[in-house]
């Protein structure tokens, strides 16, 4: 529906009675980058294409401004730039990717309503509080204030709107993301979530009395992309504690610090075979992985050596809500004060690993149960634990501040440890019939990765015999079974499952239309910091040949 109507385009150029230069233009479907010369647009080889492409202007996906203008500045600069805009209008070349943008969301209007433009932007699965649209958002709303009904924008204001954010905009708009028809995607996802809320086995964890105040009634689904897209449904606002779902994201942040050598020098890579909480190492004194209670409380003594507890509990602090996006980041002082009075267990497994010297030298034991006891009382909702599956998801890079967070070898490990030890006793039947990295913990919680698409958190408070939500366990199976996210599905013969992805390889790349090379080597040195590398390849139709040049964005 909101694909560029290049029609529409056309007709506006049309009744603005530009004049096309002799070598002229041809409009024709063509896959959008985020650069004017590729956005719905194919033009010509000749001159006019050189002056095109030399006159293009490519965006950041955010824009952080290093420091304020003043008003007669800002001003001039704004004057400026509408004023080449114009100049390259009348010459005839290919108008603004806000002038796309805007056609293509008015649909043949001359105005837009505010209110029609943010109800598309969410059918892309972006949020207008997504802190890569600050910007945008703000600025709609100051020039809201200034038009006469304070709901409608003409194409300037539209323009001056969304030229800060233009490429993640003209991104979202002609479908680029990673989940192209995220509209039709969600609407599955509701309904699996419908199906997995019929459910009424499981009962909900009692061990921990705070646990077992939850109501057994609550499901909560939300996700996150590797480009920000966002869906929840169900309890996704009420807070719970991480409990072995911090685990994971410890151990990241451990491998992070110190590298997987250091770390592993104390803790295991083997799933163990037995029950979470059991007293019981390898066979070279070592705890088996460190999503085993006996690993967490090792993993746990590795963090910020030689600080204070209180030191400690910020920087994992920090560190997860870095990860979540800034996002809810909490703390449930009566879950810790409940865990350290019911911790008998884990106060045994700790005199064990202290008495096997799995600690390294110096290590208060009772201080890491106490640090152990806090991180597993950190609260989250299902909205930002999402965005922390998604910071996993995306190589350790938050998806909506674009911040790197974690290294990608403290992903990479992370990642093989959830998929191979991260259920509980169920870790090989979930490998096998889900196939994605995942951690559960008592308080209901599945944190599930997608590799490269997506993150997801699923909470319901009941559990089965091994540990896990019952409805969770549910929701992962089916939506496996639907769509081809199994990390051994094949994405080009399983022909019974959707694959709700782009199709082809390349689909996290930018294409340009048909240029000539000495202008792509015009363009490359105006925008040599966005790009990487560049590649081409030939393609034959008919008599004609076409050369289109590839270039590989940069990540970070």
């Given amino acids: 529906m909101f694909h560029f109507r290049l029609a529409t385009a056309l007709k506006e150029l049309l009744k603005a009675n530009l004049k096309c230069p002799a070598a002229g233009w041809l409009a024709s479907r063509h896959r959008c980058s985020g650069s004017a010369s590729s956005c719905g647009l194919q033009l ?16 950041p996906y955010c824009v952080k401004a290093g420091g304020e203008l003043k008003l007669d500045e800002a001003k001039k600069k704004d004057d400026s730039a509408e004023a080449a805009a114009d100049k390259r209008r009348n010459a005839g070349i290919l108008p603004s990717l806000e002038d796309l943008l805007f056609y293509t969301v008015a649909e043949g ?30 600025m709609l709303k100051d020039l809201l204030k200034t038009t006469p009904d304070g709901v409608t924008l003409d194409r300037h204001q539209f323009k001056k709107c969304v030229q800060s954010n233009i490429v993640l905009l003209t991104q979202a708009f002609r479908k680029k993301f990673v989940i192209p028809d995220f509209q039709s995607f969600t609407s599955h996802i509701d ?38 897209q966002r869906h929840t449904v169900g309890d996704t606002r009420v807070p719970f504690c991480l409990q072995s779902c911090v685990k994971p994201l410890k151990y990241a942040v451990a491998v992070h610090n110190h590298g997987s050598d250091y770390v592993h020098s104390f803790i295991g890579k083997e799933p163990s075979g037995l029950r979470f909480n059991k007293l019981f190492l390898d066979e070279d004194d070592k705890p088996h992985n460190p999503m085993v209670n006996a690993g967490a409380i090792v993993c746990t003594s590795l963090i910020k050596q030689g600080e204070g507890n209180a030191e400690k509990f910020d920087y994992v602090m920090n560190f997860l809500k870095d990860m979540a996006g800034n996002e809810y980041v909490g703390f449930s002082n009566a879950t810790f004060q409940s865990e350290r009075e019911s911790g008998d267990r884990n106060f045994a497994i700790g005199y064990y690993l202290k008495e096997k010297k799995c600690f390294p030298e110096g290590t208060d034991m009772t201080s890491v149960l106490d640090l152990y006891f806090q991180l597993c009382s950190i609260e989250v909702n299902c909205e930002s634990a999402s965005v922390m599956a998604a910071t996993l998801a995306n190589g350790g890079i938050c998806p909506i501040s674009g911040e790197r967070v974690l290294s990608p070898e403290a992903v990479r490990n992370t990642l093989s440890l959830m998929h191979s030890c991260g259920m509980y006793d169920f870790s090989g039947q979930f490998a096998f019939h889900v196939g994605l990295p995942a951690k559960s913990g008592v308080s209901g919680g599945i944190l599930l990765v997608v590799p490269n698409v997506m993150g997801i958190m699923c909470w319901s408070p009941p559990l089965d015999k091994l540990g896990n939500s019952v409805r969770g366990i549910q929701f992962c199976t089916d939506l496996v079974e639907l769509f081809n996210f199994h990390n051994y599905d094949n994405l080009r013969h399983f022909a019974k499952k959707h694959d709700p992805r782009r199709e082809g390889g390349e689909q996290r790349q930018q294409f340009f239309g048909p240029m000539d090379y000495e202008s792509l080597q015009q ?34």
């Fill in 191 to 228: 309904e699996l979530y419908e199906s997995a809320k019929t459910l009424s086995e499981g009962q909900v964890a009692d061990y921990i009395p705070q646990l077992a105040k939850f109501s057994p009634d609550m499901w909560a689904v939300s996700l996150c992309t590797v480009d920000g």
């Fill in 109 to 138: 209007q001359e105005t837009i309503s505010a209110h029609k433009f943010l109800t598309a932007l969410k059918t892309t699965g972006l949020r207008t509080g997504d802190p890569r649209l600050k910007e945008c958002m703000e």
């Fill in 44 to 59: 010509l080889h000749g001159p006019a294409y050189r002056a095109a492409a030399a006159s293009v202007h490519i965006r």
């Fill in 523 to 556: 363009e490359l040195a105006l925008k040599a910091p966005l790009w990487k590398k560049v590649s081409a390849t030939e393609s034959h139709q008919d008599t004609s040949t076409t050369v289109v040049y590839r270039m590989d964005s940069v990540n970070e």
